[in-house]
């Protein structure tokens, strides 16, 4: 168990991260975004203990009804616990691998954040002629090249998902396609910002349930039919550019989605 408490960490980065840069985010929401980006980065350690909910909203210049609500949504995910009479806590470990829908986050992070090691299995990456559904997503000529790339991505030696991403190369192949080879299957983001230059800032996403193939069963090490959670994911730069479409199965035991929706007023 960690022993120190949240009166030895700096509330200067959950600040900025609160006020700076998101005024599309409700508010509990930008709360509990940056406590999670903290736990995800770090910079706040499983076992922590947050401070008192007194002191805590007037360092972060919140109400306490707003650290109230964010602190319930990171609780209904399991990435904080709440000792009554004690205090709250960063959960020691999470049951699920919890993805916020409103935020892009990299699986790799997402993994590591849990606890646990960030692998990779099968990747391949090869070029392939745009179906119907992918040149739609990326606004380019259907049949047109695009790089494709398969990979497992598995949690230590736990399957988690079965990932399928497409990058246009339209008339760039000859030198995009040996570059994006150059990907050892960790995060796309990274490597489109450093290697391809280029910059996914937002996305549009669609969740489905959806029934395990014989094929994505033994991948992820269930039954066929069991239910898997397929999410199709387009992925922007700026001026909405299309950089990125992915199409990813996760196994709905190990995976979770979760979103806040904040209500009307009376």
Do not use: C
């Amino acid at each position: 168990m960690i022993n120190r408490d949240l009166n030895e960490l700096s509330t200067k980065g959950l600040n900025e991260r609160i006020w700076n840069g998101v005024p599309r985010e409700n508010l509990a929401t930008r709360v509990a975004n940056a406590i999670r980006e903290q736990v995800q980065s770090g910079k706040l350690e499983r076992g922590v203990q947050l401070r008192g909910e007194v002191e805590f909203a007037r360092e972060l210049g919140v109400s306490r009804q707003t650290l109230r609500e964010a602190t319930r949504l990171l609780t209904l995910e399991g990435l904080l616990t709440i000792r009554h009479g004690v205090g709250t806590f960063v959960a020691e470990s999470q049951g699920y691998l919890s993805s916020p829908l409103d935020t892009m986050n990299s699986m790799s992070a997402l993994i590591r954040e849990n606890g646990n090691e960030a692998r990779v299995d099968g990747l391949k990456i090869r070029q392939v002629a745009a179906t119907a559904e992918v040149a739609t997503a990326l606004d380019v000529p259907e049949s047109s090249p695009v790089a494709e790339i398969f990979r497992l991505r598995l949690a230590g030696a736990t399957p988690l998902v079965v990932a399928y991403d497409y990058i246009a190369l339209l008339d760039d192949a000859e030198w995009k396609l040996p570059l994006i080879k150059m990907f050892d299957g960790g995060s796309i983001y990274e490597f489109m910002a450093t290697k391809l230059q280029r910059h996914l800032i937002s996305s549009e996403a669609t969740v489905t349930a959806v029934a395990a193939s014989k094929k994505h069963a033994e991948l992820l090490q269930v039954k066929p039919g069991f239910p898997l959670l397929l999410m199709r994911e387009i992925q922007f730069e700026a001026q909405r550019r299309r950089g990125l479409y992915s199409v990813i199965y996760h196994n709905s035991s190990l995976v979770q989605f979760t979103l806040a929706r904040p209500g009307t007023r009376a």
